[in-house]
């Protein structure tokens, strides 16, 4: 079995830091990547950072210059450092993994049972 367990939400006023962790523990073969999601109320649930096994990022345009996405491939672990943050950033946190058990060929996605993550004006 294969489990992301995220931590690091919580309340934080406008201008505030945080940073998030996901460690995905279980038999695992291989990560392809892993990445955070958000999703607000009424919302879609949506890309925030994602970040590749050769270490490649991406970012959502809203949080560009503002997050900064890191992994620490030893421990299976990804991280979110989120700066300067905005009302607008208040949403659950959902950690993503697409990766390949031990002894499977295929890779398949896996999602973090979410954090929240509020920011007061």
């Known amino acids: 079995q294969v489990q992301l367990v995220e931590s690091g939400g919580g309340l934080v006023q406008a201008g505030g830091s945080l940073r998030l962790s996901c460690a995905a523990s279980?038999?695992?073969?291989?990560?392809?990547?892993m990445g955070w999601y958000r999703q607000a109320p009424g919302n879609q649930r949506a890309l925030v950072a994602g970040?590749?096994?050769?270490?490649?990022?991406n970012y959502a345009d809203s949080v560009k210059g503002r997050f900064t996405i890191s992994r620490d491939s030893a421990k299976n672990t990804v991280y979110l450092q989120m700066n300067s943050l905005e009302p607008e950033d208040t949403a659950v946190y959902y950690c993503?993994?697409?990766?390949?058990?031990?002894?499977?060929?295929?890779?398949?996605?896996?999602w973090g049972q979410g954090t929240q993550v509020t920011v007061s004006s």
């Open positions: 279980g038999s695992i073969g291989s990560i392809d990547r």
């Open positions: 993503h993994a697409i990766l390949r058990r031990s002894g499977s060929f295929n890779y398949i996605e896996y």
């Open positions: 970040i590749t096994s050769g270490s490649s990022t």
